[in-house]
């Protein structure tokens, strides 16, 4: 049986944990692959990569980041099916809603490409007597991403491509449902040059969340996930120094104003629920609502 691995300093690392988890394909019911969950030292492991690779990363060029980010950007766009197969794999959604996905993160990755131009500082003469004023954009270091099952590509791609194009080093966590999609991109970015031990995943569960929420080299954490964890995971980062946002669930949505149109209305309401194998968070407004 195939085993997702951890990716660690550039290389698949398999985990060492007892705790295995099965990985079906929801449209089957097959057992396609097993998932073993990372020890706490094993994630020790990928945070201390992240560190010693940060110094270095953080000197690279804004440039030469964004390069890296290119890169990327155009290997994406060659194996997208190959992706998006694998989403429908092991997510179950349908290989168009796959690769609807990968093309919302691919927009946040074309976003990262450009962001040399944000990460100017500023500079005020004269704020006061003999005084100037001067601010930088400096990376925070290692930060910390902890994914959910609904959006495989996507949710980790609101968080890396920042990240990294900005100059921080990066551990994800991502969904124990789905994980071999994670490590596709880290495959990927290494190939596009990113040096190694920039990108780590580490699969895993609650054992490596919670080193990542207290291990004191993570400076930065960014969940997506129930609100119950979601609190949880705000509390615990934020209580050891750490700069934290955490994004609850969310609940689908509809207003039908009386001079809807009922056809759009229900299309809406069907790609609301079904969309992304019941996995998406969008709501459904019909109408105008122009009368009094």
Not at 9 to 31: D, K, L, M, W, Y
Not at 116 to 135: R, W
Not at 206 to 212: I, R, T
């Amino acid at each position: 049986m195939e085993t997702v691995a951890n990716f660690i300093h550039g290389e698949c690392v398999t985990g060492s944990g007892q705790r295995v988890q099965a990985i079906f394909n929801p449209a089957t019911g097959e057992q396609i692959r097993q998932v073993v969950m990372s020890t706490a030292q094993e994630t020790e492991q990928a945070i201390a990569a992240a560190q010693h690779a940060f110094p270095a990363w953080a000197r690279h060029a804004p440039l030469k980041r964004a390069r890296v980010m290119f890169r990327f950007k155009a290997l994406l766009e060659e194996n997208m099916d190959r992706l998006a197969r694998l989403i429908s794999e092991e997510h179950g959604k349908v290989f168009s809603d796959a690769v609807g996905e990968l093309t919302r993160g691919l927009e946040v990755v074309e976003f990262a490409c450009g962001i040399p131009h944000l990460q100017k500082g500023e500079h005020s003469a004269n704020v006061g007597t003999g005084v100037d004023s001067h601010s930088l954009m400096q990376p925070l270091g290692v930060c910390a991403g902890i994914t959910p099952f609904n959006f495989p590509a996507m949710v980790p791609m609101w968080m890396f491509p920042i990240a990294l194009a900005t100059g921080n080093t990066f551990v994800l966590k991502p969904s124990e449902k789905d994980p071999s999609l994670a490590l596709a991109l880290a495959q990927l970015l290494k190939e596009a040059g990113l040096p190694d031990g920039v990108f780590n995943v580490v699969q895993g569960d609650k054992e490596s969340v919670d080193v990542l929420l207290t291990d004191p080299r993570v400076q930065a954490v960014s969940f997506v996930g129930s609100t119950p964890i979601a609190e949880y995971i705000y509390q615990t980062a934020s209580a050891h120094g750490k700069r934290c946002q955490a994004l609850g669930g969310a609940k689908n949505h509809c207003i039908l104003m009386p001079d809807a149109d009922m056809e759009m209305a229900t299309n809406a309401i069907m790609g609301a629920a079904y969309g992304a194998a019941g996995g998406t968070l969008h709501g459904a407004l019909g109408g105008t609502g122009g009368g009094r």
